[in-house]
């Protein structure tokens, strides 16, 4: 039975980032098809080994069972999935097993009631994702190949011999070569196979069609879905010839008996993706985007009807006014008459039910930031976090939803978290550029006081197609950031994911401009407020988040308005950036290329305003980092220096857009909040002569 949280005492010190770091992160949970016990992932950190390890973990849904462990023999158990019949679980591992070493991910079966894992895969290239076939005999996967090549044997012979080559250069034609933090494997592309349990026997199932799944494989196994009969399969793809970064996604039907492939939804004005079999077979659920309207079209719910005739037609299922951007995967519940998913809601991201019948949509879960989500029959189990807690397992009844308290499953984070205050979070809202509302999320110290004055760090989230709101949030905690007195400020500007298309698209050809006004109008309703030191304040981002203090350091007209900003990841040339892996992406964010109107192009990057760079500046970038190359944030570095501009830099050679390993996270919210308070000190004053 899960017992009451105990509370912190008042004594209690402020969350660190090695308490930060010693939180067990829990991952998506898979449920069983009875619904009374799910399986997740559970992952430890070690500060000490500066490494992870992620488990297997079965929880009771119902019942006073406690939680236990499932696995324990490997490093990065991962992706576990019921059967169809509930008798076992398979999941993704690279382990030794009877002499044999895994140098890729391969499929492992373990029973729910224990016992040893057993290797159910040996393909060389590796396992991205999977999912069971209906009748629990066999598993398809996704997984990097060479298009070329026949049969899973001549695919481990070519992965054996290319992963012994003594050669480091990578070449290529492609205009998809890399992403986030990798190149994508020279020379293979995305296939889904499947695997026979009983015989281990593998077959590519687009051999030979010029067939393939997105190259950013970012989708997983909501890439494609599996027919109730399990004799056919829809996937997402880019129809173009020359695949790109860009292009628009459609989905199609394959026959695994015939080997005929059949198009289900493909339209130039849009893009489609994750598709969701409904029980019946007879259609089939979509996310689909009004890309010919807008490159940032928000995702609306579809379906494709009509699967057992020839022309199969498609609709979209959320109304006109529907101003919400659907997210995968999408789930049917209620035997089929509804459909579930997420979708982000001003700053917070919400489970959502639509009921086909009443062609009605409605939040679910309407509070904190729902991560991931499962049903199965009457249970539904969500993993969602706040900002005030790390990420936790709620079960609750679909049929009473609503009007029922979910019920929490686990309390791994408990007694960490009682060893820690964290600070009141408050949501509120300032007028921001054009006079439009705008949301602000403020973290407090444990010991605020609103007598007294205090320093302000504004921190400034990146994407710009994202949203800070109610949220935990490990790489840049702001329990963490607020530990040493400051009051941490969260900003959703203009651009901001959950606050509706047109406040999204507003950014299009202008960035920098409108948000700057929302920090401004931000910092202006700050000053006013009696607990702000107005000489303290400060600002940093990541990302797009660095690109907009960056912005600042060179458009804030009042010099010494901030006393220090930190940029994170961010961009700083926009010509330069053009060597990310978004390449394709930017200039349709811009409305220029930089070649064909270089003036546009410049007007919105911040290196075009260094004449006018004067705040004190510490650089952060690393050097796997393909989102925004390093260049970014070293050229940043160095025309600060060049000017004679306090400045510091931390530049991490193993690390990417991010900072993941936790001896490097614990130096980086060191370098962080130093450098802050160093110029958060008052000026020293001069003594007077005589």
């Given amino acids: 039975m899960v017992t009451a949280s105990p509370r912190p005492s008042r004594k209690a010190p402020p969350l660190t980032v090695d308490a930060l770091w010693q939180l067990e992160r829990v991952g998506a949970p898979s449920l069983a098809p009875d619904g009374r016990q799910l399986v997740c992932t559970l992952t430890r950190h070690s500060m000490t080994d500066n490494q992870a390890r992620s488990q297997l973990w079965l929880l009771p849904t119902q019942g006073r069972a406690r939680p236990r462990a499932l696995t324990a023999c490997g490093d990065k158990d991962g992706q576990p999935a019921w059967s169809p019949k509930g008798d076992r679980i398979a999941f993704l591992a690279r382990r030794e097993q009877e002499g044999e070493r895994d140098h890729t991910p391969q499929l492992y079966l373990i029973a729910p009631d224990g016992g040893e894992a057993q290797r159910a895969s040996r393909f060389a290239p590796g396992i991205e994702a999977f999912k069971w076939l209906p009748d629990g005999r066999g598993i398809v996967f996704s997984a990097w190949v060479w298009p070329e090549l026949k049969g899973a044997a001549a695919q481990s012979r070519r992965f054996k011999a290319y992963s012994e080559r003594k050669e480091t250069g990578y070449a290529t034609s492609e205009a998809y070569y890399r992403h986030w933090d990798h190149n994508l494997p020279e020379g293979r592309v995305l296939h889904l196979l499947r695997l026979d349990l009983g015989s281990g026997r593998i077959t590519d199932l687009f051999e030979g069609t010029g067939l393939e799944l997105p190259r950013d494989g970012e989708a997983g196994a909501t890439a494609w879905d599996i027919h109730p009969s399990g004799q056919r399969i829809a996937f997402q793809h880019d129809p173009a010839a020359r695949k790109r970064p860009s292009n628009r996604l459609a989905v199609a039907e394959l026959d695994l008996r015939t080997r005929r492939v059949r198009t289900l939804a493909d339209d130039p004005q849009w893009n489609f993706g994750a598709p969701s079999y409904h ?9 689909a985007a009004e890309t010919g309207r807008s490159h940032k079209a928000l995702n609306e719910l579809a379906l494709v009807e009509g699967l057992d005739g020839r022309r199969p037609s498609w609709r979209v299922l959320t109304a006109r006014d529907w101003d919400h951007d659907v997210e995968a ?16 809601q001003r700053g917070r991201r919400l489970l959502w039910r639509h009921t086909l019948s009443a062609a009605q949509t409605a939040a679910l879960h309407p509070e904190g930031w729902v991560q991931a989500f499962t049903c199965a029959g009457d249970t539904l189990v969500l993993a969602a976090d706040s900002a005030q807690h790390p990420t936790r397992l709620l079960a609750r009844s679909l049929a009473a939803a609503g009007s029922d308290t979910p019920r929490r499953l686990e309390r791994w984070n408990d007694a960490l978290l009682a060893r820690h205050r964290l600070g009141a979070v408050q949501e509120l ?12 999320w403020i973290t407090y110290p444990v010991d605020f006081d609103p007598k007294r004055k205090h320093p302000v760090l504004h921190v400034i989230h990146g994407g710009p197609y994202a949203a800070a709101g109610d949220s935990f949030n490990y790489r840049w905690n702001p329990h963490v950031l607020a530990a040493r007195g400051h009051v941490v400020v969260q900003l959703n500007y203009h651009g901001s994911s959950g606050f509706g298309f047109a406040f999204r698209d507003s950014i299009m050809g202008r960035q920098g401009e409108l948000e700057l006004q929302d920090i401004e109008a931000c910092t202006d309703w700050l000053r006013r407020q009696p607990w702000v030191d107005r000489e303290r304040i400060s600002a940093s981002g990541g990302s797009y988040g660095g690109f907009l203090v960056a912005w600042m350091n060179g458009h804030v007209k009042t010099p010494g308005r901030y006393r220090s900003y930190v940029c994170h990841a961010g961009v700083f ?6 060597a990310a892996d978004s390449y394709m992406e930017r200039p349709r964010d811009l409305h220029a290329r930089y070649w064909e109107d270089p003036a546009r192009v410049a007007a919105q990057s911040p290196h075009s305003a260094a004449q006018h760079f004067q705040t004190p500046t510490l650089v952060i970038h690393g050097a796997r980092d393909y989102r925004v190359p390093d260049c970014n944030g070293l050229a940043y570095y160095n025309t600060l220096q060049a000017r004679g501009i306090d400045s510091r830099l931390l530049w991490f050679p193993d690390e990417n857009h991010w900072v993941l390993k936790p001896r490097n996270s614990k130096l980086w919210y060191q370098e962080f909040l130093d450098w802050v308070e160093r110029h958060d000190r008052p000026a020293t004053p001069r003594k007077k002569r005589g």
């Fill in 279 to 287: 029980p019946d077979g007879h259609s089939l659920a979509l996310c």
């Fill in 329 to 344: 995967p999408l789930r049917w519940a209620d035997a089929g008459q509804t459909l579930l998913f997420a979708a982000e």
């Fill in 429 to 440: 809202t300032v007028a921001g550029a054009r006079g439009e509302p705008v949301q602000c």
């Fill in 573 to 578: 040339d926009r010509v330069a950036t053009f």
